[in-house]
């Protein structure tokens, strides 16, 4: 018999639970937190900005958010997003938040800056599962937050979303 040399599993599959399981003993045993792994917490939208914003009331202004109006793909929906802010002293951005309100993990992604930053500006692509409202919240320095809403559409073999 030849023996192949190449990962084998005892049971003959490796489905996800298991290999779920696999990296959260890893993780576990390498004393990493396993909320690192696990970004499904299982809320809606409207408890993750809550979760950001508290009771504060955002304001309008100094956030530039760039996203299409109409993506043909959702895999690969491009944005930009940035805040005119010198980076110094108190007028400084602390985080910005990107939330999707209909995909099953609204968290899309938080990015972290300091005066180091230089400036407050990320760009990347997301994953949009349907239509729905992007939104954009960037916690100042000085504890005031700013809010954008943009509605994308997002299109599935040019029929709409």
Excluded: Y
């Excluded at 489905?15 to 990493?32: F, N, Y």
């Excluded at 602390?94 to 939330?99: L, S």
């Amino acid at each position: 018999m030849v023996e192949s040399t190449r990962f084998r599993v005892r049971s003959g599959k490796l489905d996800r639970r298991k290999l779920t399981l696999g990296a959260a003993a890893s993780v576990a045993a390498a004393g990493l937190p396993l909320a690192l792994l696990a970004q499904d917490t299982g809320e809606g939208w409207e408890q993750a900005v809550r979760k950001v914003l508290g009771e504060a009331k955002p304001i309008e202004g100094k956030l530039l958010v760039d996203l299409p109006e109409i993506a043909e793909n959702g895999n690969t929906v491009p944005f930009t997003v940035s805040v005119d802010s010198p980076m110094s002293g108190t007028d400084t951005v602390k985080t910005m938040h990107i939330i999707a309100t209909a995909n099953p993990q609204p968290g899309v992604a938080t990015f972290h800056f300091s005066p180091l930053s230089g400036k407050a500006a990320v760009a990347g692509r997301m994953r949009l599962a349907r239509t729905q409202d992007v939104i954009v919240i960037a916690e100042l320095g000085d504890g005031r937050f700013l809010m954008h809403k943009r509605n994308v559409k997002v299109t599935i073999g040019g029929c709409g979303g």
